[in-house]
T-cell receptor, first 115, second 111 residues
């Protein structure tokens, strides 16, 4: 069964550094998402992306965050200047259609540790 | 209470028993979904129930939805050790594609 893949599985970075988290969504999917989960807390929506544009973003997704689909397969999340509070699991997700009843397929996540 | 609160927060049962988890929410939803998360892994979609549905089955899973009480329950019958995981409900509101997740229930099946 096709999977959403994320790399790296674990990223350690120093405060203030830029990080890029990478995702390869399922190949025929058109809608892409980033969520994050701070340890012990809820999974939180960050951003949705469709047709090379951000379609929705949360309050968390401030100017330090950006997303890109640089080619036909990758979907990236960039954090320009990381903060300690950015430490979390970051999940990429995709789905084939924009129908509200279409379930999301999640990757296994990237654990980001900011020191 | 917050959108998507689940109870109990943790549940331990013997293998073979049934497990029931509950979820409450606050908004008018288009649908409610349940996801499973094994430790350190991603979320796996289990089942979706639309706002005009009251009950849905998938294998050993049974989901109910009561929109008047803004609550849902997930029943796993004949539990197995492999069912050990965290279970999250997630709601989708009308006109808004994002998932709003609950706090999750950590289920432990004792062999």
């Amino acid at each position: 069964e096709p999977e959403v893949t994320q790399t790296p599985s674990h990223q350690v970075t120093q405060m203030g550094q830029e990080v890029i988290l990478r995702c390869v969504p399922i190949s025929n999917h058109l809608y892409f998402y980033w969520y994050r989960q701070i340890l012990g807390q809820k999974v939180e929506f960050l951003v949705s992306f469709y047709n090379n544009e951000i379609s929705e973003k949360s309050e968390i997704f401030d100017d330090q965050f950006s997303v890109e689909r640089p080619d036909g397969s990758n979907f990236t999340l960039k954090i320009r200047s990381t903060k300690l509070e950015d430490s979390a699991m970051y999940f990429c997700a995709s789905r084939r259609t924009g129908m509200l009843s279409s379930p999301l397929h999640f990757g296994n996540g990237t654990r980001l540790t900011v020191t | 209470s917050q959108q998507g609160e689940e109870d109990p927060q943790a549940l331990s049962i013997q293998e073979g028993e049934n497990a029931t988890m509950n979820c409450s929410y606050k908004t008018s939803i288009n649908n409610l979904q349940w996801y499973r998360q094994n430790s350190g892994r991603g979320l796996v979609h289990l089942i979706l129930i639309r706002s005009n549905e009251r009950e849905k089955h998938s294998g050993r899973l049974r989901v109910t939805l009561d929109t008047s009480k803004k609550s849902s329950s997930l029943l796993i019958t004949a539990s197995r050790a492999a069912d050990t995981a965290s279970y999250f409900c997630a709601t989708v509101d009308f006109g808004n594609e994002k998932l709003t997740f609950g706090t999750g229930t950590r289920l432990t099946i004792i062999p």
